[in-house]
């Protein structure tokens, strides 16, 4: 996929242990990981899924929501 979209990722800690992350802007898109790279990859590779089955399914994309903190 070639599309510049950025969305917010949330990271949380897991009762159990490890991480789970969630992208607010496209709902049901959650990945879960043992360290914070691990699911921080986990939860990209899974946007990449959601939105290139948004695009081959012709749905639109949900606009971008992530801004860089302000200094």
């Known amino acids: ?6 969305y917010r990722v ?3 800690p897991a009762a159990e242990g490890g991480f789970w992350a969630e992208v607010p802007a496209l709902p049901g898109c959650f990945a879960q ?3 914070y790279e ?5 939860v990209l590779d899974a946007m ?3 939105l290139e089955h948004l695009q081959e399914t012709g ?5 971008p929501d992530y801004a860089p903190a302000r200094a």
Do not use: A, C, F
């Open 48 to 50: 990449e899924l959601v």
């Open 1 to 6: 996929m070639s599309v510049d979209l950025r």
């Open 59 to 63: 749905q639109p994309l949900p606009d």
């Open 10 to 12: 949330v990271i949380h």
């Open 33 to 35: 990981g043992e360290t």
């Open 38 to 42: 691990e699911v921080l990859q986990n």
